[in-house]
């Protein structure tokens, strides 16, 4: 042989992948017929190429890290729940000892399952973390609230716990929607999923506080407050979502939209207020029509200035192309 197998092997990645000279492809070639070592070697090549395998060792690499991560979080899981229920046992055993049966034990087991919620429960799970931490955390606070409410002997428990509902709906509603596994579901219809949670629990909670207080003094005013503001979130957001316009008209509508809901809210407000003397509810004046009537207007310019401009644009681009 002329030349050394060394010296055939480097050459090889270049033959395999045609880049190497003419001069040297014969060299090889002519190696290559009297020597079955390289050509087991050119062989090995062809089976697998070079890019395959730097994958293939990267996501081996990834693998393994992902692995050891997931073991330490659960690790540290673990001896975070042993360490939360030190002051459990301790707190049973006190309980226990004073001899008045289990009565603040609970809550304290309750707290303490709210803080597990936020901290032990992401580092134990694998998948859908963010939900599950959520909805456990959600479900710990409920408890704490209902064990609180039966300790005080107090029955205000659905006011609170509708009130904390929707103020948590409010926080995780859309990060909930947007993550796995809700977002598959949702797909395209996610912020009209977050606004049926808001006006859901909303309402869920005035009806709690509405039975708590008493219906007929409650009611009439907190509806006809709180209703024209959740319709006003609804119109602002149907048109920012759905209306396929541009920023200035969306800008304008929702102008418009706010300040005709605000008469119709002042104008429902005193209509309760009035029909319902007794709560000494006082309100002296509405908002005139005039200025009602001219956000209106300045929200209908804007918007139709937007429109026009939009129509412009879009007509001169239509030319440019
Ligand atoms: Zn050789």
Redesign the pocket.
């Known amino acids: 042989?002329k030349y050394?197998?060394d010296l055939?092997?480097d050459l090889l990645p270049l033959y395999k992948d045609e880049i190497c000279s003419e001069a040297s492809r014969k060299i090889v070639e002519e190696?290559?017929a009297e020597?079955p070592?390289?050509k087991k070697i050119l062989n090995s090549l062809n089976d697998v190429t070079i890019d395959e395998k730097i994958v293939k060792e990267k996501e081996e690499v990834i693998g393994t890290q992902a692995k050891f991560f997931k073991r330490k979080s659960a690790l540290a899981g673990s001896i975070i729940g042993l360490i939360f229920s030190i002051p459990i046992l301790v707190c049973l055993i006190v309980n226990l000892a004073t001899g008045a049966g289990l009565t603040w034990f609970f809550i304290v087991l309750a707290g303490i399952l709210v803080a597990a919620s936020l901290i032990v429960v992401p580092l134990m799970l694998r998948e859908n973390r963010m939900f599950i931490t959520m909805a456990s955390f959600t479900a710990s606070v409920m408890l704490l609230l209902g064990i609180v409410c039966i300790y005080s002997r107090g029955d205000w428990f659905f006011v609170a716990a509708a009130s904390t509902l929707f103020g948590l709906t409010m926080c995780f509603a859309p990060f909930i929607a947007y993550r796995r596994p809700v977002n598959a579901y949702l797909k395209n219809k996610k912020g009209l999923a977050i606004m049926t949670a808001y006006t859901a629990t909303f309402v869920l909670m005035m009806l709690a506080i509405g039975l708590h207080v008493g219906m007929s003094e409650f009611f009439p005013l907190a509806f006809a407050i709180s209703m024209p503001l959740v319709g006003m979130c609804w119109a602002i957001f149907a048109i920012v979502r759905y209306l396929r316009m541009n920023a200035a008209v969306k800008t304008g509508l929702s102008i418009t939209s706010v300040g005709v809901l605000s008469g119709v809210l002042a104008q429902l407000v005193i209509n309760a207020a009035n029909a319902g003397r007794a709560t000494g509810v006082v309100v002296t004046s509405a908002p005139s029509l005039a200025l009602i009537l001219s956000i209106g207007g300045v929200g209908l310019l804007i918007a139709g200035i937007g429109f026009l401009v939009g129509k412009n644009k879009g007509g001169k681009n239509n030319e440019n192309k």
């Open positions: 042989m050394s197998c055939i092997s190696h290559l020597c070592d390289c």
